[in-house]
């Protein structure tokens, strides 16, 4: 494999998982949406000092509400209480610090089915990147 085809493997992989930044260091872009029920996610730009989060509220009767959209960076990690249609939820806060990185309603890391399509895609930019040579 030429040094071309590695760097279009690495660029692209570090594209796709997530890891490039722009050049500009720019504000945080997460998805918003308040409890109401579809959750009709719209892109929004975050303050300096928020990250994206998802809050989940859980009532006494076990009813969910979820919210997504830009968290102070330090409310992340504390509990909270919020009144919603006349009903009492504990909240928790779930917080990534990527692009649009809360749309799931769990944030989780990177799974191995995410990379299972993203391996022949390196092998066509390998391809490619020899028939340049």
Same mark, same amino acid.
Request: hydrophobic share 35%; aromatic share 10%.
């Given at each position: ?62 009813? =969910? ?6 968290? /102070?960076?330090?409310?992340? $990690? *504390? @509990? ?24 799931? =309603? ?6 191995? /089915?995410?990379?299972?399509? $993203? *391996? @022949? ?13």
């Amino acid at each position: 494999m030429g040094t071309f085809s590695i760097f279009l493997c690495i660029l692209f992989l570090c594209g796709a998982l997530g890891l490039t930044t722009s050049p500009a260091q720019g504000r945080l872009h997460c998805y918003k949406c308040s409890f109401a029920k579809p959750c009709n996610p719209v892109p929004t730009e975050c303050q300096d000092d928020e990250i994206c989060g998802i809050s989940i509220g859980t009532s006494e009767w076990k009813e =969910t509400i979820e919210r997504k959209g830009c968290l /102070p960076r330090t409310q992340c $990690l *504390l @509990p909270g209480r919020i009144s919603y249609w006349s009903r009492s939820y504990d909240l928790q806060h779930h917080c990534c610090e990527q692009d649009l990185c809360n749309t799931a =309603t769990k944030l989780q890391g990177l799974s191995s /089915p995410l990379l299972t399509p $993203l *391996l @022949p895609l390196v092998a066509i930019f390998t391809w490619v990147g020899d028939l340049f040579h």
